[in-house]
Every structure is written in C-alpha cells, then in structure tokens.
C-alpha cells in the first residue's frame, strides 16, 4: 500500500520531547537542593528530630540556563545555617557548558549582539555584552599566562608580520598594529611564539617585540621571513645576527607587477616564475638580469629596477644552508597571511577597539581558537635534515641529481626501438628511479 497509514507531526513532537526532557532536569536539580537542605538541617522536611541543626525558611526561586533549556529551581532558605550547594554556584545562571558555548562563538567571529539573539533562540536566556565581557575576563588571563609562556626548543625558521585594526587614540579613531610572530621548532610543527601590539611597524616596535621573545628564550633562529618592512629588516639584523633574511616571494613578485603595463603583465609573471624555478641561487640571479634586460628592452625600467634591488634578499631560500625539501615553504609569509585572514574577519566585525588591550586580547583569543585544532599538531616540516650536513644532503636528495639519461640502442634509430605511438619522439628518456613517464604523443617526457 501506499497510502500512509501514520503521519507524525515532527515540531509538535520535537517540542513535547523538548518540555519533557526540561522538565525532568527540573525536577532532578529541586530534589537534589532539597537532599542537600536536609543533610545541612540534619532533619528531613516536617520532621521532629533533636539532632535538628537548623531549620528550613522557605525557598526563593532562581532561573538556569542549561543544555535543555531554561528552568526555575527552588533553592531552600534555612534558619541557623547557610545553605551552600554543590549542585549549583551561588550567583550562577548559566551552566558552565553553556557558557563555554557562547564564548566560542564570540571568538569564532560571531558580535555580541548576535551571542546575545542566539542564545535567546537556543536557550530562551539573554546574554548581555556587558555580561559576556565580563565572563571573558577569565579567558583573558589564560591569554596573558599563554603570552609569557617560556620557548623551550629552537625555532629554525621564523615568520613575522604586522596586522593592521582600528582603535581609539586620543578621541580619534586611528590604525594599529598588532605583531604576530610564527616560529617552526625542531620537531617540526608550527607554533604561534608571541603576539604583542606595536603602535608602527617600525624599527622600534620590531626591536621591543623581538627583545621580549629572547628574553622568553627564543634561540636557533636561522632564516627570517617577512615583507620588505624596513623596521623588521633592521631589527632583525641586529638581534638575530645569526639568522638570514628571507623577503617574502609572493609579496616582491607583487610589487613588481604593480609597475609594469597590463599589456606586458602576463609576460612578467611568466618570466618572474622562472626566475623562482630554479634549482640554485646563482641560476637564478643570472635569470633575473636576463629578465631585468628584457624588461628595459619593454621599457619597464621601474620594475627591471625593482628586479635587480631585491631579488638578492628573495632568493635567500636557494641557499645551500637550507633543505630543498623546505625551500617551497620557507619562501613565502603565506602562512602568517593566512592567520591573520582569521584575525581580519574577527576585528571586522567590532570595528574599532576602545583601547590597545582589548584589541591585543581579542586577538590573541581569535589565534589561539584557530590554532587549537591540527594547525599545530600536524607536522609542517621534516627538520631531520636541517643538521650540519645539510649541504651534503642537498647534493644527495632526488631534487640534486639528474632527472633522466638517454640510451643509445645499436643497431637501431631511436624512432625504430619505440612502439606504437612513442615513435614521434627522438629519444628514450630512462628515469634513475623508476619507470618512464610519457605526457602523450609527440609531447616532452616530465
């Protein structure tokens, strides 16, 4: 048959389970207040005792907010003695888990006024931004203990870079930078190392803020990456002399294309991809003054001039102090760019901060909420060949030897020894590590 014998009504039975299941908390949490009363009293409601300690004066009611919903409790009065609950803290409203909840949210992105609409959706309460502020006080001063937090191992790499939000300043609203440092130990994970506010991405500002990881221990820095900030570039050659500075890619790759024509714009990008191809430091100097030639040739002068200025400090991955296995990661800021995407999208939505410590608070809050998952417990890196020999590792990684040879058969034309379709190439490409791979017919072997 099909014909529905049964039909159900989904709300109405979602609600009805919803009532009971509030219901039957609520009537849990008043029986456990009413054994706890009587242990206190010594003496069960209406019961004539002489082991009686004190006695009962009624009951005030008080609402919570718990997983099922709202719900009133009576909490006993007693006369000769204060009643103390385990079951619920004094002066509390929500339960804990509640309350954990909404802040998540907060941090998640969502504002105040909307914690505050969604908990009335969920729990039928109010949470007031008042009252949320307030509760993030206790979470502020795990942020602060997390801030101090000793660095134990090295931190071979390390990624900085500045995050610009609104604030209050003197009865104006003006920019502010929050500093936010990203450090790879030798285990390999990633680790967010210090998040400080600097008023200016300037050279004091990088300085005070690199002085206070050193002072947290911060040791075995031996590549820097960041954007062409003047202040960084300065501060971190004079704290970190033993660390090399690495010009973000992606970053100088942009600011090159910012001077040149649309007309030529694919052109350069092209060219400036192959510059960063290569597999050695002095290739790829030697191909940036080819193209920084063919860019005045275009008469693009301000970029072939933009080229030569900083294609030393961007090709300081090609080194042979660093794995070729890291080099595709080390040679960018993607990484910090992308935390501080998260940071954006939550400073966005407050818009300007009253003061510089709600700003830092908030987000160091918004990093550490990010960062909680496998961002840094999955493996970034493999730092077991980052030792003293990492020179001869790179000459012996697969990346360091040829590729493929050609075999000469005697007797025979290369077109004769290849079957079927293969015969358009010239030559037989064999790989030292495996079988050969062909991209087609008549197409180059890879």
Same mark, same amino acid.
């Given at each position: ?33 009413? *054994? ?17 300690? *004190? ?35 004094? !002066?509390?409203?929500?339960?804990? #888990? ?8 907060? $941090?998640?992105?969502? @504002? ?27 979470? !502020? ?13 090295? !931190? ?19 920019? *502010? ?40 221990? $911060? ?60 597999? #050695? ?10 193209? *920084?030639?063919?860019?005045? @040739? ?59 410590? #709600? ?16 961002? #840094? ?32 058969? @005697? ?22 590590? &495996?079988?050969?791979?062909? @991209?087609?017919? &008549?197409?180059?072997?890879?």
């Amino acid at each position: 048959m099909s014909q529905q014998i049964l039909q159900v009504d989904q709300a109405m039975l979602e609600t009805t389970l919803d009532r009971m299941v509030r219901k039957s908390v609520e009537e849990t949490l008043n029986a456990m207040l009413d *054994a706890e009363a009587d242990e206190i009293t010594g003496a069960a409601r209406y019961e004539r005792s002489g082991d009686r300690k *004190a006695y009962r004066a009624g009951h005030y009611e008080r609402d919570l907010t718990v997983k099922a919903g709202k719900m009133s409790l009576k909490v006993p009065k007693l006369k000769g003695a204060v009643f103390e609950s385990a079951v619920i803290e004094r !002066y509390r409203r929500r339960e804990e #888990s509640v309350e954990e909840a909404l802040i998540d949210m907060y $941090l998640a992105g969502v @504002s105040t006024r909307q914690v505050d609409d969604v908990s009335r959706l969920l729990w039928g309460d109010r949470m007031p931004s008042q009252t949320l502020s307030d509760k993030l006080k206790r979470v !502020y001063a795990d942020i602060d203990a997390w801030r101090g937090r000793p660095l134990e191992q090295d !931190y071979p790499y390390l990624f900085m870079d500045g995050v610009w939000h609104k604030r209050c300043w003197g009865g104006s609203v003006e920019n *502010a930078g929050i500093l936010v440092a990203i450090g790879v130990g030798m285990d390999g994970r990633r680790e967010v190392l210090s998040v400080a506010e600097g008023m200016k991405e300037d050279a004091e500002s990088w300085r005070e803020f690199i002085k206070g990881m050193l002072a947290r221990g $911060l040791k075995g820095v031996r590549l820097v990456t960041g954007d062409r900030c003047a202040g960084l570039v300065a501060a971190a050659g004079e704290l970190l002399p033993d660390a090399r500075y690495q010009r973000c890619m992606v970053h100088f790759e942009r600011n090159i294309l910012a001077r040149v024509n649309p007309g030529n714009r694919d052109w350069a990008a092209d060219a400036l991809k192959a510059v960063f191809s290569m597999e #050695s430091r002095d290739k790829a100097l030697e191909k940036a003054e080819s193209v *920084a030639r063919d860019m005045e @040739s275009r008469k693009l002068k301000e970029a072939a001039k933009c080229l030569r200025e900083g294609i030393g400090e961007t090709t300081t991955y090609l080194l042979d102090d660093y794995p070729r296995e890291h080099r595709r990661r080390i040679r960018t800021n993607n990484m910090i760019e992308r935390l501080n995407r998260e940071i954006r999208r939550r400073t966005r939505v407050v818009g300007s901060f009253p003061d510089g410590r #709600s700003a830092l608070m908030l987000v160091c809050a918004r990093v550490r909420y990010v960062t909680s998952d496998e961002w #840094s417990t999955r493996r970034y890196l493999d730092m077991s060949r980052l030792g003293e020999t990492v020179r001869e590792a790179n000459r012996s990684s697969p990346q360091g030897r040829a590729k493929t040879k050609v075999r000469k058969i @005697s007797g025979t034309t290369p077109a004769q020894a290849l079957p079927g379709h293969h015969r358009r190439c010239r030559e037989i490409p064999i790989t030292m590590f &495996g079988r050969p791979r062909w @991209s087609g017919p &008549g197409r180059r072997f890879r």
